[in-house]
């Protein structure tokens, strides 16, 4: 057993280091895309800065949609977890690559920050009342609505990171068994499919991750 283990054990370091490696270069592309996109803004834009401007137009709408006037500071974290996530959903889909996000630790990792962020900024807008949601609208009520609360809030992280995490797995263990069984022009539609859920869990993460944030500054507290 103990050959087993050391090799059991190597693999997962050696894994670890090929997710890690592969997180970084997914900042690294776009920290050297906004670089790109930013470099020399024309009032007449050229195709490039036209459609960084469409994308980030989207963001902003969505933001403001889903928020209100008061999520635009919170544009830059939704910007970033949004653009992270769908190229990293991305990258799993080119061969000999792996996407960071069916790692379990960077979903995590993910949903830890918007867990956080959630109460800081309930705290920063409520002050104490804040606390009060999770006691239930009457006081007598606070032995069962406490528990049920609590464990409300601390099931969002577990779900935000699981569902990507199982989803872009998923992704990545059929494309695997796709490519290795049919011819090289046959799994185009499952190609098209997988980008088209890579968007939707991108999506999704943001919603949520807004939802969670708009709810903490709901004026019910």
């Known amino acids: 057993m103990e050959p087993f283990l050391f090799f059991e054990n190597h693999w997962l370091k050696e ?55 008061e999520g635009k500071r919170f544009f830059p974290l939704i910007a970033t977890l949004g653009l992270y996530i769908l190229t990293s959903n991305l990258l799993g889909l080119i061969p000999g690559f792996e996407s960071p996000t069916a790692n379990l ?50 099931s969002r992280p577990l779900s935000l990171s699981v569902r990507l995490f199982g989803n872009i797995m ?16 046959v799994p185009l539609p499952v190609f098209a499919l997988m980008i088209f859920t890579s968007c939707i869990q991108t999506l999704v993460f943001m919603l949520l991750a807004m939802m969670y944030i708009a709810g903490a500054m709901e004026e019910a507290h």
């Open 105 to 154: 630790n960077t979903t995590v990792s993910m949903a830890i920050v918007v867990f956080v962020m959630t109460h800081v900024v309930g705290i920063k807008v409520h002050g104490f009342k804040y606390v009060k949601q999770f006691m239930g609208p009457v006081w007598w009520l606070t032995p069962l609505m406490l528990p049920i609360e609590l464990i409300s809030h601390l």
């Open 15 to 69: 894994h670890h280091l090929v997710v890690v490696s592969y997180t970084w270069f997914v900042m690294a592309f776009l920290a050297f895309f906004s670089f790109l996109a930013t470099r020399r803004l024309n009032i007449y834009p050229g195709k490039f800065q036209n459609f960084m401007e469409v994308v980030i137009g989207g963001l902003d709408s969505l933001l403001t949609d889903t928020m209100g006037p």
């Open 170 to 185: 998923g992704e990545d263990i059929v494309l695997a068994v796709v490519l290795l069984l049919v011819p090289l022009l």
